[in-house]
């Protein structure tokens, strides 16, 4: 997960305010277990787009850290999202 993590870094220097590459990123740096790291990044991509799968990488790794209720939070914040695009 290093090295991929390296690169995403590099990409992330070129375009920022990608999405779905900062949830990758946060996606690597959780394998990696750099948790703060991985928040962070969650929390970048869904202040850039929110999405369904950002707000679930978010709850899953707030859940393994034993942050019960901020996990429900964004696990319903994810939901909504969902909802709402289908309505």
Same mark, same amino acid.
């Given at each position: 997960?290093?090295?991929?993590?390296?690169?995403?870094?590099?990409?992330?220097?070129?375009?920022?305010?990608?999405?779905?590459?900062?949830?990758?990123?946060?996606?690597?740096?959780?394998?990696?277990?750099?948790?703060?790291?991985?928040? &962070?990044? +969650?929390? @970048?991509?869904?202040?850039? !787009?929110? /999405?369904?799968?950002?707000?679930?990488? *978010?709850?899953?790794?707030? &859940?393994? +850290?034993? @942050?019960?209720?901020?996990? !429900?939070? /964004?696990?319903?914040?994810?939901?909504? *999202?969902?909802?709402?695009?289908?309505?």
């Amino acid at each position: 997960p290093q090295q991929a993590l390296m690169h995403t870094g590099q990409w992330l220097e070129k375009t920022p305010d990608n999405p779905v590459l900062l949830t990758a990123a946060a996606r690597l740096s959780t394998s990696a277990k750099l948790w703060g790291k991985a928040r &962070s990044l +969650l929390r @970048e991509s869904i202040n850039v !787009k929110p /999405s369904a799968m950002a707000w679930q990488t *978010l709850a899953d790794l707030e &859940s393994h +850290l034993g @942050e019960q209720e901020a996990a !429900k939070q /964004s696990y319903a914040q994810g939901l909504k *999202l969902l909802i709402d695009q289908r309505t």
